[in-house]
């Protein structure tokens, strides 16, 4: 190509130099002097290059094949088969994931359903299950296809424990409402008591459980607390015992006392035959003697038996005469002592309040002195 471009110039120096003429013009042998340099120095360029060229990349060269399309292209489609293996990896440990979960949420609902747990509790721990297997399931597809988890899965982490510290009281009333509806160590309608909490169980809530007192008030109990303290749970058995204390006075008949105990005790329906109710002298008081009754009744009629059967054993003690005793105190007094001096005591006179006693008209009191 550039042997062509220069062709005529050349010819035209070969002509004038036939004929003999001389180029009178410096410049313009200067000129044709540079000119021919150049074509020779690029003409040998061009035939050291072509002589180091394979024949492939000569015809590349000339055909126009080895372009910045076709190496692109062919880069693609490179990555491509590489990628597609992956790709099919990817979507059949996700399809094979899904199903697993599937399976895993049905078992921990039927566990569930057999420790007989409480419905917000499955719906809770099922979604919870649900949520993190599909994400752990997620980051394993992406390490799968080539991309890197690490980072996204440390700042899940970082994300996570910052937001643990900031709610770390909500969190442990968390953990504790899961073991509550976990274990169930009460339920709705019993009648707890712990540390200065007690009454009847309203409602169990995820982080709070509210308690309902005998005075018709709510009281929210962090669950925290219920899961790590001890609580006495009064109506978890079918069958609790009612203790009674009844006291009679001092010189009272005990087996007489006994008997009408026992009287008052199997005229009752409320208090069951089995277990057995057991009745006793259980102390001797300053001023009475006391009986302890240990009475089992079901569930449901505790407080019932609790209001009425105070009231059946006065009227039962009434109608047979005996004594229900109060607190008393003798007070004992000695006689003054014959040797005792016997003064004068001059009260403070008051002008403006007239007597109204005539043997005090003296103004003096007179006390024993020992």
Not at 301 to 312: F, H, K, S, V
Request: proline share 4%; aromatic share 8%.
């Amino acid at each position: 190509m550039l042997q062509d471009d220069n062709a005529n110039l050349m010819a035209a120096m070969a002509q004038q130099a036939g004929s003999g003429s001389p180029i009178t013009d410096s410049a313009a042998q200067g000129g044709a002097i540079d000119v021919i340099t150049k074509t020779d120095s690029i003409n040998r360029a061009i035939i050291d290059s072509m002589s180091n060229m394979s024949l492939s990349d000569i015809k590349s060269v000339v055909t126009g094949e080895n372009t910045l399309f076709k190496d692109a292209l062919g880069s693609f489609i490179d990555l491509l088969v590489a990628f597609i293996p992956k790709l099919i990896g990817c979507i059949l440990v996700l399809w094979v994931g899904f199903k697993l979960i599937k399976l895993l949420k049905r078992g921990i609902t039927k566990l569930l359903e057999k420790r007989n747990a409480e419905a917000s509790l499955k719906s809770f721990l099922t979604s919870l299950v649900d949520v993190l297997m599909k994400v752990m399931l997620v980051i394993m597809a992406m390490d799968i296809i080539g991309i890197k988890a690490t980072s996204f899965i440390a700042i899940l982490g970082a994300a996570g424990l910052a937001v643990g510290m900031a709610l770390q009281g909500t969190l442990q009333n968390f953990a504790g409402g899961v073991i509550i509806l976990l274990l169930r160590p009460f339920k709705v309608g019993d009648y707890i008591e712990t540390g200065t909490y007690k009454g009847f169980v309203k409602e169990i809530h995820i982080f709070h459980t509210f308690i309902r007192p005998f005075n018709g008030r709510i009281i929210v109990v962090p669950n925290s607390e219920l899961a790590t303290k001890s609580i006495t749970n009064h109506t978890k058995e079918d069958i609790i015992r009612l203790d009674v204390v009844a006291s009679v006075a001092y010189g009272t008949d005990l087996d007489k006392a006994m008997s009408v105990l026992r009287q008052v005790v199997e005229d009752d329906p409320l208090i069951v035959k089995d277990p057995v109710a057991k009745i006793c002298v259980s102390e001797l008081n300053s001023s009475s003697v006391d009986y302890s009754l240990w009475l089992w009744t079901r569930v449901d009629d505790y407080w019932t038996l609790w209001m009425r059967i105070r009231e059946n054993i006065y009227k039962s003690f009434y109608a047979n005469g005996i004594s229900i005793p109060f607190p008393q105190v003798d007070v004992h007094f000695d006689a003054p002592d014959k040797n005792a001096m016997v003064t004068s005591v001059t009260a403070p006179s008051i002008p403006s309040a007239p007597a109204t006693n005539p043997s005090s008209t003296d103004g003096s009191l007179y006390k024993y002195i020992s």
